[in-house]
């Protein structure tokens, strides 16, 4: 599982552009790399740095942090299925391991930026929400386990 980290594309005034690959990974990072192999693939980006506001994370051209949350959804809606949890808060792409996460819906206040905006994204390879007999089965017929 990868979130919120990428490729980075784009230096303007030290702004760094992530671009999400799921079910891969991000940018240089794969999935399924151990913690120093994505350290590694990091490094070669430059210096490791805590993320700034200023950063962009995108996936198919939408950044997922700059856009209210519903134009998000709207946006990626035209390239891939997103399911939304019950309450809105949450939208998955189950197909591609894609999850866009806020820890509450708020449409209608964008000060009210924890609701507004997603806060995190999630991307995970096949068989990361496997059942224990599932992962076994996918084992057993040589695929790759999932985390």
Known sequence: MVALLGER?????QRVEFILDPPL??????LGMTPSEARAALETLGPLEPPHERDLVRFRDVDVFGLPALEVVERLGRYIDLEPD????SFTARELYLALW????EEDDPEETQGYFFQSVL??????DDTPAE???RLAAGGDPGY
């Open 123 to 128: 991307v995970a390879r096949p068989g990361y």
């Open 86 to 89: 019950e309450d809105d808060e």
């Open 9 to 13: 594309v784009a230096w303007d005034d």
């Open 102 to 105: 806020r820890p509450f819906a």
């Open 25 to 30: 990974g991000v940018g240089p990072v794969r």
């Open 135 to 137: 992962a076994a089965a």
